[in-house]
């Protein structure tokens, strides 16, 4: 029988790859990770990708461990360490799809491709058997339609350059175009935005599996119930469920398969007015509405408007622009879905209409949530037909034939739901994040960019919520998907506090180094701002880094260029003025000013850690988080942790932020019932500076408290400000000081703009 684990009470996630870190990797720092306080590591994928994927997502074989990080025994040799330590493993599972782009490494799609409708593995996947008139596999994978007549025939394989598709038994004779003709698949231009299987979003190498087949879902988790079967793992995170075509049925026969007791949490995006699913048979979601209430509580809401006023000519309201890329995002990106709907709902009610996709477009741009086919959330289409129908003149007819072929046909519902969720990804976190420039540490994945901040009344409440509904929910401020990490979303966020000090320096350096594009320039000088070393050196690591960023984030924000058609001579503008941001004038003055302003981004750093620690949930400490981190964007936020530093550093014991992230998660060692079980209660402050301080308690023994907006603290000082603590005598776990009745702020914060305040009485 396996070694008993302790319950779930922290993870640290770690970024698995064949190329830097592996089975064995992770168990010789398991003696690190112990003495840090984690309770589970927390992997991202391990079955076999694709070769080469450094992040796993891009599953080939779903029913082998992958080789290159260890294999079945490498696994088996990591959870047995584990245990031995008391310690267990949660691992990453991507249930929506696999990977495709070299159809030679997957099987499964190999077989479909050789043998079309009449394979084995025909039904696995989500194919458009009728977009193609003769019933073949739509392929968009060509550089342009007159490749056709390069291919050729080698043997049981039709060659284009590297590229290898497979020719189906006794159809091998003839010349490369004239067997191409006999085959199951159509190969086309990938630029004609065709494909003709559902996509991960429009990721044209990760094709839909049909997860609400139960074949289909046996075969591919074959191996994950090994797993629970061996007890090797204690819980799995599952990613983008929301693509599936049935989430809740799919989480059922999860929870079937796992067992009543493994730890599931779901990579669910909540908007801020939705509520998780209570039906769900899962712990709760991967963090994100936490990420955005511990980070957002940080913001000065008083920087508001100077913000808005410095990029108000540059970018329109977000909420017109937000529907707007929604429309556009559905009709052109995902044009290819889109169709596929149309074709649905004309085969569901038998009528024909020409306004079918435009009021499908229009339709799910006044959807505000990914999919909305929960229980909870029945009545969010219906009010999203009202406004439509309100709001556009001429799309009734169109809007009654979709709500009809909704109400008849499940495949059109589920279709619908998948393209919203799509279409919600691609044109918000995918573009309109890129674009929106006002304090670009709002713009992440789950976030608002649009409510400025978290008050504390907000924060409180949700985390009085989450403590009673979703007191096992994963809580976060770093993923392998966020936008920036958290040290630099912290420092960016300090801009809210001096948004006119902000603003005369922008001004400033746009009139000396003139750029390309003056939105643009907005958006890049924050995050160049949030990475920006105290030293003013920019090495050459930090050079490429940024030159990376901005290529993707213009890309992205696809303003100018594009992934799809990149426009070189902005390209090549844009990246000439960033070399000169940081080589000219404007890198002295940003130097200066991170001088002036990195303290107080550290303050904030310090207090959105301690709050994502010790708020309801379970924590994740994203790899390599517990010490300072610059992180951006993936593959940024993806490189690999120099993990003798962090030793050293927990052994000198002099960091704060590890000291903060250690303390924290050895209490919630020693007070497990605490955190799993115990309440949320806000604890108030008095006195002139007392907005400045949030505090709050867990069960009956533990007191949190950090300051916030301290640039506006600078001058006053607390004051009177102070904190009533619960009956009992405290001890904070940060300075050893210990407390009882009044405290004051000034006194309680001396050392640290945090304190973890233990009851030390019983």
Not at 325 to 336: F, H, I, N, P, R
Not at 494 to 501: E, M, T
């Amino acid at each position: 029988m396996p070694s008993p684990v302790t319950p779930v009470l922290s993870t640290y996630r770690l970024q698995m790859r064949g190329d830097a870190f592996t089975f064995a990797d992770a168990e010789a720092q398991l003696d690190y990770l112990d003495a840090l306080g984690v309770s589970h590591l927390y992997l991202s994928p391990i079955l076999t990708a694709a070769t080469g994927s450094t992040h796993g997502y891009d599953v080939t074989d779903p029913t082998t461990v992958s080789a290159s990080l260890g294999g079945a025994e490498g696994l088996a040799r990591l959870s047995a360490a584990a245990r031995a330590r008391g310690m267990g493993l949660i691992v990453d599972i991507v249930p929506n799809h696999v990977g495709v782009d070299d159809p030679r490494q997957n099987a499964w799609w190999w077989d479909v491709l050789t043998h079309g409708a009449e394979s084995t593995y025909a039904s696995y996947f989500d194919i458009d058997w009728d977009l193609d008139p003769d019933g073949r596999i739509v392929l968009p994978v060509l550089g342009s339609d007159a490749d056709i007549a390069d291919l050729e025939v080698d043997g049981d394989v039709l060659r284009l350059g590297d590229r290898q598709w497979p020719v189906a038994p006794g159809t091998g004779d003839g010349s490369g175009p004239q067997v191409y003709e006999r085959q199951h698949y159509r190969l086309i231009d990938w630029k004609r935005n065709v494909c003709g299987y559902r996509r991960f979003f429009s990721i044209t190498s990760l094709a839909g599996l049909r997860q609400e087949d139960r074949a289909v879902f046996d075969a591919t988790h074959v191996e994950v119930k090994r797993w629970f079967d061996e007890g090797l793992v204690d819980g799995l995170r599952i990613d983008h469920p929301d693509g599936l075509t049935d989430p809740a049925g799919y989480l059922e026969w999860l929870r079937e398969l796992t067992g009543p007791d493994a730890w599931i949490v779901i990579e669910k995006i909540l908007a801020p007015d939705e509520a998780l699913e209570s039906t769900l048979p899962v712990a709760g979601t991967t963090g994100y509405d936490a990420l955005r209430e511990v980070g957002g509580v940080f913001v000065d809401p008083t920087g508001r408007q100077a913000l808005t006023e410095l990029v108000a000519g540059e970018s329109p309201g977000f909420a017109a622009a937000a529907r707007a890329l929604k429309v556009q995002a559905v009709t052109e990106t995902l044009g290819s879905e889109l169709a596929r709907v149309v074709r649905n709902v004309v085969t569901a009610t038998g009528q024909q209409h020409g306004d079918l996709p435009g009021a499908i477009a229009e339709l799910l741009s006044r959807i505000g949530v990914y999919r909305s086919d929960y229980r909870s959330l029945a009545a969010v289409l219906p009010v999203a037909f009202a406004e439509t129908a309100s709001e556009t003149a001429g799309l009734g007819d169109a809007l009654t034939i979709v709500a009809a072929a909704a109400d008849v046909s499940d495949e059109v519902t589920a279709r619908l739901q998948q393209l919203c969720g799509a279409a919600t990804a691609k044109s918000m976190e995918d573009c309109l994040f890129y674009r929106d420039a006002r304090l670009v540490s709002l713009n992440e994945v789950g976030g608002e960019p649009e409510w400025f901040g978290v008050g504390t009344a907000e924060f409180h409440h949700r985390s009085a919520v989450r403590a009673h509904l979703w007191p096992h929910a994963m809580t976060t401020l770093t993923t392998h998907d966020t936008k920036r990490g958290e040290d630099v979303r912290a420092r960016i966020g300090v801009l809210s506090q001096v948004p006119s000090l902000w603003s005369e320096f922008v001004e400033g350096w746009l009139d000396a180094t003139p750029p390309p594009d003056t939105a643009t320039a907005h958006f890049l000088l924050q995050n160049v701002f949030g990475v920006w070393p105290i030293t003013g050196h920019v090495m050459g690591e930090l050079r490429d880094r940024l030159h990376a960023y901005a290529e993707k984030a213009i890309r992205e924000a696809a303003t100018h260029t594009s992934w799809n058609d990149p426009d070189t001579a902005f390209e090549a503008a844009l990246h000439d003025w960033l070399d000169a941001v940081l080589d000219g004038p404007v890198a002295t003055q940003l130097t200066s000013l991170v001088g002036r302003l990195d303290p107080y981004g550290r303050s904030d750093a310090l207090g959105q850690k301690l709050f994502q620690l010790t708020t309801p949930g379970i924590p994740d400490v994203y790899q390599g988080t517990e010490l300072w981190e610059d992180s951006l964007v993936d593959p940024d936020n993806r490189r690999p942790v120099d993990y003798r530093q962090h030793r050293q550093a927990l052994g000198a014991g002099d960091h704060h932020k590890l000291r903060v992230t250690a303390a924290a998660l050895a209490l919630r060692r020693e007070r497990p019932q605490t955190f799993l079980a115990g309440g949320y209660r806000p604890v108030l402050t008095a006195g002139a500076a007392r907005e400045h301080v949030v505090a709050f308690q867990r069960g009956d023994d533990v007191v949190s408290v950090a300051g916030r907006w301290t640039v506006r603290l600078a001058e006053s000082g607390w004051g009177d400000t102070s904190l009533t603590l619960p009956p009992g005598h405290w001890t904070d776990r940060l300075s050893e000081r210990s407390y009882v009745g009044a405290v004051a702020v000034t006194e309680l914060l001396a050392d640290l703009p945090v304190a973890l305040l233990v009851r030390s009485d019983g």
